[in-house]
């Protein structure tokens, strides 16, 4: 299939999205972590702290989760973590949302722009409609644009009653796509 002149990023895809195996969990970690390394020298410093802190702890939490990874042969070179409604996505008790959550979507930066974020994003929107969920959830700062264009091309749109802003850091804002 192609979409306009090029060819639809799934009929030519070389990775596979599967669940996480525990023997990939600490790849997944590196990867997670040097995928998002990159927004230290973007992002004001108080904003960048936040968010390493917040993405370190995400990675070490014990919540119910499905962890989701992009292999190509057997690197991981994306993942993303799903979250099912009704489960604090962030651990402080003040985001409880009535719909599924993505968190950490992260791609290798050697495996950019061959649609890894997108085939993930596409994973967790089919599970969420699979759980029978009407809508999935997100958050993301201005600081993430790319992610933020992704977002909108797959017809994600601002659900600003989700935003949260920890102090002196960038807006956390919401966004759901309904199905």
């Known amino acids: 299939m192609t979409i306009g002149n ?15 195996r525990p023997e990939e969990r600490a790849a997944v970690r590196e990867l997670t972590l040097r995928a998002y390394a990159e ?16 993405v370190r702890s995400a990675l070490d939490a014990e919540v119910p989760s499905e962890c ?16 099912p409604a009704h489960v604090d996505a962030y651990g402080d008790g003040t985001r409880v949302e009535d719909c599924p959550e993505v968190r950490l979507v992260a791609v290798a930066p050697e495996a950019r722009g061959r649609g890894v974020a997108r085939a993930l994003m596409e994973e967790c929107i089919r599970r969420a409609r699979a759980s029978g969920a009407t809508a999935l959830g997100l958050h993301t700062s201005r600081s993430l ?35």
């Open 145 to 179: 644009r790319a992610a933020m264009a992704l977002y909108a091309r797959m017809g994600f749109e601002r659900w600003p009653e989700s935003d949260f802003q920890p102090p002196g850091t960038e807006l956390i804002e919401g966004y759901r796509l309904r199905f």
């Open 6 to 20: 090029r060819p639809d990023a799934a009929s030519t895809r070389t990775f596979i999205v599967r669940d996480v």
């Open 68 to 83: 989701i990874v992009a292999v190509d042969g057997a690197t991981p070179i994306g993942t993303v973590t799903l979250y």
């Open 39 to 54: 927004y230290a020298t973007i992002m004001d410093p108080t904003s960048w702290a936040e968010l390493d802190h917040a």
